[in-house]
């Protein structure tokens, strides 16, 4: 990548696992081409408003924000909208082919990217990430919370609920899935406690409180407190959700303890860990 090259606009929707993905692209653009202008651009946009929780963690990149939540045209000029409709995906897919605007959610594409290239889009989330990137993040992650947690004896549990309760074409996983693999990993060791974190985390209690474990609780915490709180704990249990996998990933590279993720969720997982599964328990879904 040419130094002289222009700045890339790296675009990321999503929460905190979302945008963090987003960093770790621009970081490894960074060690290709220092002197490359680089901004993150994080859209409101989605099912969700989501917040620009990364912001702080990495103070030295340069973000900027499109609040484009829950945005439309109106009724406006339905010709001009069917002509905006047919036009822009043929305008991108151009403009794709030359390079100028890439998706970039593998390794595949990242080795795409040009000097030309000006706009990056994706979920970024296939991408093998570099364990220097989990040291770093870990490190900030602390600094946040302000230290780290003994844990020791708990079970941490992601369970991602929100608008996935809500949603038409994507659900939460089942409670009875992650009661299944709870139950596997408490018969295996003897927690003092299970801490069940969630976005909705009174309801995640209600339906894991099924187990019948005496010390569970559902502390309503922010995402950065998950994060130090899940990857000090003894043994951990994350879902469907980026928070999850990135969890997963710290706990496994820079302190050597498992975790649990869905078996439908290796590939995320593969990447975090460069096919390193040694501290990954699959659990069926």
Same mark, same amino acid.
């Given at each position: 990548?040419?130094?002289?090259?222009?700045? &890339?606009? &790296?675009?990321?929707?999503?929460?905190?696992?979302?945008?963090?993905?987003?960093?770790?692209?621009?970081?490894?653009?960074?060690?290709?081409?220092?002197?490359?202008?680089?901004?993150?651009?994080?859209?409101?946009?989605?099912?969700?408003?989501?917040?620009?929780?990364?912001?702080?963690?990495?103070?030295?990149?340069?973000?900027?924000?499109?609040?484009?939540?829950?945005?439309?045209?109106?009724?406006?000029?339905?010709?001009?909208?069917?002509?905006?409709?047919?036009?822009?995906?043929?305008?991108?897919?151009?403009?794709?082919?030359?390079?100028?605007?890439?998706s970039c959610d593998d390794d595949t594409s990242f080795k795409n990217i040009r000097f030309w290239t000006r706009s990056?889009?994706?979920?970024?989330?296939?991408?093998? &990430?570099?364990?220097?990137?989990?040291?770093?993040?870990?490190?900030?992650?602390?600094?946040?919370?302000?230290?780290?947690?003994?844990?020791?004896?708990?079970c941490s549990v992601h369970y991602r609920l929100g608008d996935l309760l809500h949603l038409e074409n994507k659900s939460?996983?089942?409670?009875?899935?992650?009661?299944?693999?709870?139950?596997?990993?408490?018969?295996?060791?003897?927690?003092?406690?299970?801490?069940?974190?969630?976005?909705?985390?009174?309801?995640?209690?209600?339906?894991?409180?099924?187990?019948?474990?005496?010390?569970?609780?559902?502390?309503?915490?922010?995402?950065?407190?998950?994060?130090?709180?899940?990857?000090?704990?003894?043994?951990?249990?994350?879902?469907?959700?980026?928070?999850?996998?990135?969890?997963?990933?710290?706990?496994?590279?820079v302190f050597n303890r498992q975790s649990s993720i869905p078996s439908l969720n290796k590939r995320e997982i593969a990447?975090?860990?460069?096919?390193?599964?040694?501290?990954?328990?699959?659990?069926?879904?």
């Amino acid at each position: 990548m040419n130094a002289l090259a222009s700045e &890339i606009k &790296i675009h990321a929707w999503g929460g905190l696992g979302s945008q963090l993905f987003a960093v770790a692209v621009l970081k490894d653009i960074q060690k290709a081409s220092p002197k490359r202008r680089l901004t993150i651009f994080l859209h409101t946009g989605g099912v969700t408003r989501r917040n620009p929780e990364v912001v702080n963690l990495f103070p030295e990149i340069s973000f900027d924000y499109v609040d484009d939540f829950s945005k439309t045209n109106g009724v406006g000029n339905m010709r001009v909208r069917n002509l905006r409709t047919n036009l822009l995906p043929l305008l991108k897919r151009f403009l794709s082919m030359l390079g100028v605007t890439l998706s970039c959610d593998d390794d595949t594409s990242f080795k795409n990217i040009r000097f030309w290239t000006r706009s990056i889009r994706g979920h970024y989330s296939y991408r093998t &990430i570099n364990p220097e990137f989990l040291e770093v993040l870990n490190d900030r992650l602390e600094n946040a919370s302000q230290g780290t947690v003994n844990k020791e004896g708990v079970c941490s549990v992601h369970y991602r609920l929100g608008d996935l309760l809500h949603l038409e074409n994507k659900s939460p996983l089942a409670p009875k899935t992650v009661l299944n693999e709870l139950e596997r990993v408490t018969k295996i060791s003897d927690f003092s406690e299970v801490e069940v974190f969630s976005d909705t985390p009174s309801h995640a209690f209600e339906l894991l409180n099924q187990s019948g474990l005496q010390k569970m609780s559902a502390p309503d915490v922010d995402t950065i407190s998950v994060f130090t709180r899940a990857t000090q704990a003894e043994y951990f249990l994350g879902t469907s959700s980026k928070v999850s996998f990135w969890i997963a990933g710290i706990r496994s590279v820079v302190f050597n303890r498992q975790s649990s993720i869905p078996s439908l969720n290796k590939r995320e997982i593969a990447g975090i860990l460069n096919k390193d599964f040694k501290n990954i328990n699959f659990y069926d879904v």
